[in-house]
């Protein structure tokens, strides 16, 4: 008799749910047809008292009942489809459900690759050389000076009754300027630099001008002893040829033809030779015939060393002849400092490879 009765009100209720249901649902539904309306009504009543069926069995699985809950919120996924991946008729293309925090459908168990964080962005590993290579402006890479600072140019000294090679030498007006100019086009090409113009003629008691190596090997080790990023240390000097053999016109413009010098009476001196032949191979490209090309010396045919010992990135530039002008020289000097700074940054940057790259498995 019990059961009877229980089975009844617990017919009757459901019966209740279904034609309430199915009223708010025709009426919220107009344009669909009265099949699709109560079709929509059974599934919503059914799918609700499973779930509190579920939920309120005593002893059941929460997860169960946590399941269904997620199991209706996917039903209608962002995008407008539905789990099985048919479009969602309550929603018009590319619309998103109602649930704020729906999740959409994959038929994967990982998520989608554009929705993971790691494959959108790039590695550190992939940024750290590229970065490197912008940062090496915060870099002192390269140290400029002058082993004979005073050197000049006869066009520049004109009115001061200096006109002969053994002449060009001047207190103010000498390749000092050179570079300095030199310094401030590696910074602004991103490079950071230092320039040393020490006159040694007055900062040297007693100075003698055969030992200008020697005193501006001192100015050299202080900076390398500031500095420890320092990797190019450019002696930049002016040739005593006359212009005939100093100068080059190229699409109208005559440029100071520059020299590199490297000693042989050092343990670097084929490093230092490699370097210098790298920057005449890129100036030939660059500017075909400004680069006379690389001059070897011995302890027999000159001082030999030229600083070159301290780094295998020294070398001794001269740039133009003594007939030369001080324009031709910067000419020369702002290619000079374009093809630095772009060996330095590609040096930075494989440097920033070979510290990113995965250490190899033994």
């Known amino acids: 008799m019990n059961r009877t009765v229980g089975m009844r009100i617990a017919t009757g209720l459901v019966t209740a749910c279904v034609v309430l249901g199915a009223a708010g649902l025709v009426r919220a539904h107009a344009g669909m047809t009265p099949l699709q309306s109560l079709g929509n009504a059974a599934a919503f009543v059914s799918g609700s008292v499973l779930t509190r069926i579920y939920l309120d069995i005593p002893g059941a699985e929460p997860g169960l009942g ?3 809950l997620e199991s209706r919120k996917g039903e209608a996924p962002e995008g407008g489809t539905s789990p099985d991946g048919s479009a969602d008729p309550s929603k018009p293309d590319g619309a998103a459900a109602d649930t704020p925090d729906a999740a959409p459908a994959t038929t994967s168990e990982e998520p989608p690759a554009a929705a993971t964080p790691e494959a959108a962005a790039p590695s550190p590993a992939a940024e750290a050389p590229a970065a490197a290579a912008e940062a ?22 004109k009115g001061t009754g200096k006109d002969q090679p053994n002449e060009a030498f001047d207190a103010d007006v000498n390749v000092s300027m050179l570079g300095a100019r030199l310094q401030k086009k590696l910074e602004e090409f991103g490079v950071g630099a230092i320039h040393s113009g020490t006159d040694y003629n007055s900062a040297v008691k007693n100075f003698n001008y055969n030992y200008s190596y020697k005193y501006s090997k001192t100015t050299v080790k202080e900076a390398l002893a500031v ?60 500017l075909p015939g400004v680069s006379k090309g690389i001059l070897t010396k011995g302890t027999r045919h000159g001082h030999g060393e030229y600083n070159q010992s301290l780094s295998t990135g020294s070398v001794l530039i001269e740039i133009g002849g003594v007939d030369n002008t001080l324009e031709e020289s910067n000419r020369t000097i702002d290619a000079l400092a374009s093809i630095i700074a772009e060996l330095a940054k590609d040096a930075v940057k494989v440097d920033a490879e070979a510290a990113a790259a995965p250490p190899e498995k033994l």
């Open 227 to 286: 500095h420890d990023d320092l990797v190019y240390l450019l002696d930049i000097h002016r040739d005593s040829a006359r212009r005939k053999q100093t100068t080059i016109d190229i699409d109208g413009k005559s440029y100071a033809k520059m020299y590199f010098i490297v000693g042989q009476g050092n343990p670097n001196w084929k490093d230092n030779e490699a370097l210098a032949k790298r920057i005449h191979e890129k100036m030939e490209r660059k």
């Open 66 to 68: 946590e399941t269904l």
């Open 136 to 157: 090496a402006v915060d870099r002192k890479l390269a140290f400029i000076y002058h082993s004979h600072n005073r050197e000049s140019w006869l066009p520049e000294l």
